[in-house]
């Protein structure tokens, strides 16, 4: 029998032997993990507490836990995710830690270049970029690059875009080209297609066809302009067959004799004597 500092009587023999040793065995295990963890937080201070060398995870201080790479983690399982964003380049430039700058930019040039590989346009032969809704500037400039990349495409369809000028675009191998329904106004807004062999063009805002002679020079067999303005020039028709002698097909119709009469005889045989 002993007695307690608060008074109370306790008897050693009240609980057998292996519970009374069991005890001390988890006595003496809680006594050594709050030892390694007072000794673990000691170790682990942040790097402005004075320790000279950095530790494990100081490379890591900057990044969010999404950013990090080979995990399957969902927000949902974090109790306290870290999503703010770390120093600016300015911040980390006057703390000394330039490296961390040179490091994330090869990492972000390495995932350009990985992005750039992966989309491989440069090999693309049939493309279809339609309804894309170009509706900020980016998105456009984003689309021109991909355009510009487009140096083997053979067929590409690029209806209902907004477009409104493509003549800084070049593609040497493309035959077969859609533009319906953008916002072109004028021939020399289509892009460079020295190959283009059937070229559509309807429903966009072509008013002239002064410019029909910047594809004199392609192999151009078939054109479609119908729902421009220009549809309703007069002598329609045998403007557009005089500027392009290899066109075979206008608006889906073949070329006619008609068609290949000067307008002045056109005229004269649409008009009417009255005796």
Not at 11 to 17: E, G, M, W
Not at 101 to 116: C, G, L
Not at 195 to 215: K, P, R, V, W
Request: charge should be neutral; charged fraction near 25%; glycine fraction near 4%.
């Amino acid at each position: 029998m002993s007695e307690s500092s608060s008074g109370v009587v306790t008897s050693s023999d009240s609980f057998p032997k292996s519970y009374s040793s069991r005890y001390s065995d988890l006595s003496d295990t809680n006594t050594s993990l709050a030892v390694v963890s007072r000794n673990r937080q000691t170790e682990e201070q942040s790097p402005d507490s004075g320790i000279a060398s950095p530790l494990p995870s100081d490379r890591f201080r900057f990044i969010t836990w999404y950013k990090l790479g080979e995990h399957a983690i969902q927000g949902d399982q974090l109790n306290s995710p870290r999503v703010r964003e770390g120093p600016s380049e300015e911040d980390v430039i006057l703390r000394g830690q330039e490296n961390y700058i040179i490091a994330r930019r090869q990492k972000e040039e390495r995932k350009k270049w990985e992005e750039r590989l992966h989309e491989n346009w440069e090999n693309c032969v049939d493309l279809n970029l339609s309804y894309q809704d170009l509706g900020d500037s980016y998105q456009l400039e984003n689309f021109c690059r991909i355009l510009r990349r487009l140096i083997r495409v053979e067929r590409l369809q690029l209806v209902d875009n907004s477009l409104k000028d493509l003549s800084s675009i070049r593609l040497p191998r493309c035959k077969r080209l859609n533009l319906n329904k953008n916002h072109l106004t004028s021939i020399r807004q289509l892009p460079k297609i020295p190959q283009i062999q059937h070229l559509s063009l309807a429903e966009n805002n072509i008013a002239t066809l002064h410019d029909l002679s910047e594809l004199g020079t392609s192999p151009l067999e078939s054109l479609t302009l119908k729902r421009n303005p220009c549809e309703f020039q007069e002598d329609y028709r045998s403007q557009v067959f005089s500027s392009l002698p290899k066109l075979k097909l206008l608006d889906g119709i073949p070329k006619l004799p008609s068609d290949c009469l000067p307008s002045e005889s056109t005229t004269a045989s649409r008009m009417c004597i009255i005796l």
